[in-house]
């Protein structure tokens, strides 16, 4: 594959990401509701525990409905629901798309969970960016820094800082080549690329949710821990 069909390959999948992602007001509003369901089954639980419970809960659902867009995809008799993604390709490129969509959702609604705010580009360029460089940790070689840590907190605030949309180009770029590669695996006859499919989805998408909520975290913890810095100073002011 020459490096312009890289290149292609990577700005139509972010492309056909961003056009099918998520709304912002949509995201509000199912973070809203699980949010007052779980408050109301418990009601004593704390504003931290009750993000984290709703970012298991966001996880649990994003995973599954990719696992079911893994499955789907793999055969192409068998795809309900995709809508306009099919148009511009087979089962494999709708499943590169499909999949990447719901982890950029599932990093959208895990934002708002945390009280970042996903109607600005911030908010959103920090979904994108969470969702791809989970998507690349899974697979990167041994040693290579990931998300889920003080310096992968600080590499993502780096980003966001720079020149974000066109790392966020080559980040979606090398995403479109690992998943291109790993596509093969739905050629498999006799059902088994269905197996294989549905797996590989949800395992990565499992991966990234859980480095994400790790990120959240780690930058929830910094954030309380500045202005507790910040209060004490004007304290001894």
């Keep these: 594959m020459s490096e312009n069909e890289v290149q292609a ?106 009280d970042y705010d996903i109607t600005s580009a911030d908010g959103q360029n920090l979904a994108f960016l969470i969702a791809g460089c989970g998507a690349l940790g899974q697979s990167a070689a041994k040693g290579t820094s990931n998300i889920a840590s003080k310096a992968g907190v600080k590499m993502i605030h780096q980003y966001l800082k720079g020149a974000v949309l066109q790392t966020i180009k080559e980040i979606f770029k090398k995403v479109g080549i690992t998943f291109t590669r790993k596509a093969l695996e739905k050629a498999i006859p006799f059902g088994i690329g269905v197996l294989v499919g549905a797996g590989a989805n949800y395992a990565l998408s499992l991966y990234i949710g859980k480095q994400a909520i790790k990120w959240f975290q780690l930058d929830r913890e910094d954030n309380h821990n500045r202005s507790r810095n910040r209060e004490s100073a004007e304290k001894n002011f």
């Excluded at 949010?35 to 089954?41: G, L």
């Design 9 to 114: 390959k990577g700005d139509f999948l972010l492309t056909a990401i961003r056009k099918a992602a998520i709304a912002p007001e949509e995201v509000q509003r199912i973070v809203h509701t699980m949010k007052k369901n779980y408050r109301a089954q418990h009601p004593a639980i704390t504003d931290k525990k009750l993000q984290d419970a709703v970012a298991k809960s966001i996880v649990d659902k994003y995973t599954w409905l990719a696992s079911i867009s893994g499955g789907a995809t793999a055969l192409p008799s068998v795809i309900p629901g995709v809508g306009t993604v099919l148009a511009v390709g087979g089962g494999a490129t709708a499943d590169i798309v499909i999949c990447m969509k719901l982890q950029v959702d599932m990093c959208m609604c895990l934002a708002q969970n945390y």
